[in-house]
């Protein structure tokens, strides 16, 4: 064990000395201080510790970690990430991109490294728009949105960043809000003992080109009736003193129901492993309905890197000393006169 992983990390020993250069107010400021609160926690050494993103104002995020980091290319945070952990699997690997980055670009990348279930975190950044490029219209982007690509309003139809990963069989899906710091900071925690690849979605206000994007669920007046605040096991009720649920009617359609109308038993119960009930929560609309916040599913699969060494130990153990040339001339060969 190195020296470093006997002492006590603290947040600062993930501080690092780069100036945070993110607008005042932005959402980002809040992600890095719980992401460097958590850290210490892993019980793993900063040089085993690796953080890699793609292109975007969340991008700049390895700077400020006291670790070793990739800032890589736009969208391919996932595809260098994997290669990272397929190599040396030992390491924690941490990924951060955007709604933009990561949805759009870097969409194709994303599905597939949750379909593997590569043991890696990744924090995507959704607030709804381009913001380092300064206010066009992202993949999440609400339709009829004003930005500075779409004077006119979006047209096109959004992502929703969750169903999109639950769609793509991923084994951890979350949800929760930068601001929240305690409810941030118990996501990461479930999301690091996840083994397979963690997928959370962090809702993050972009001050300059879409500040209030979330305001409903943010504004300390208002989040209970907008939050829907997730546990294993437990009813799906929210409002203040928790006095409204979330049933299905007689159509199998979900609605809003008041506690003191209906029994407690009529309400549906949150369950991490119903992958039915998991996807179903992702489609539930807002202002209808309040927006579930904490882990959405949560099921065990190997991981990809795991078969992966399994594969190779396999094929070393069967390896009796081959000759090279033996095995160069197996299999299909042509001989050209």
């Known amino acids: 064990m190195s020296p470093q992983a006997a002492q006590k990390l603290t947040r600062k020993d993930f501080v690092s000395d780069q100036d945070v250069r993110w607008c005042p107010g932005c959402g980002d400021y809040s992600i890095l201080a719980q992401v460097q609160k958590v850290m210490p926690e892993l019980g793993v050494p900063r040089e085993n510790i690796v953080v890699v993103s793609g292109i975007g104002c969340s991008s700049r995020f390895p700077y400020y970690m006291n670790t070793y980091g990739f800032h890589s290319i736009h969208g391919r945070a996932t595809a260098i990430a994997t290669g990272l952990k397929t190599a040396r699997p030992e390491l924690s690997v941490w990924i951060v991109t955007g709604d933009g980055d990561g949805l759009s670009i870097g ?28 206010g066009q219209y992202s993949p999440t982007s609400r339709l009829g949105q004003i930005t500075k690509s779409s004077p006119m309003g979006v047209v096109d139809n959004p992502f929703d960043a969750a169903s999109l990963a639950l769609g793509a069989e991923a084994t951890f899906v979350a949800r929760t809000v930068d601001v929240q710091a305690a409810h941030l900071q118990s996501v990461l925690r479930r999301a690091v003992q996840h083994k397979g690849t963690s997928f959370i979605e962090i809702l993050q206000n972009c001050v300059v080109f879409n500040d209030g994007a979330f305001g409903d669920v943010t504004d300390r007046s208002e989040a209970a009736d907008h939050q829907l605040l997730l546990e294993n096991g437990k009813p799906l009720v929210f409002g203040n003193e928790g006095k409204k649920g979330i049933r299905l009617n007689a159509n199998m359609e979900p609605e809003v129901v008041s506690l003191d109308d209906v029994p407690i038993e009529d309400v549906l ?69």
Do not use: C, M
């Open 107 to 134: 969409g194709n990348h994303l599905i597939h490294i949750l379909r593997r279930n590569v043991d890696v975190n990744i924090l995507l950044f959704n607030n709804q728009i381009y913001g380092l490029t300064k």
């Open 269 to 337: 119960v949150h369950d991490e492993s119903n992958d039915a009930l998991s996807y179903f929560l992702t489609r539930l609309e807002r202002p209808k309905f309040p927006l579930p916040l904490g882990v959405l599913r949560a099921v065990d699969r190997p991981t990809y890197e795991g078969q992966v060494h399994e594969q190779i130990r396999t094929a070393e153990s069967g390896n009796s000393g081959t000759d090279f040339d033996a095995l160069f001339a197996s299999g299909d060969t042509w001989v050209v006169d």
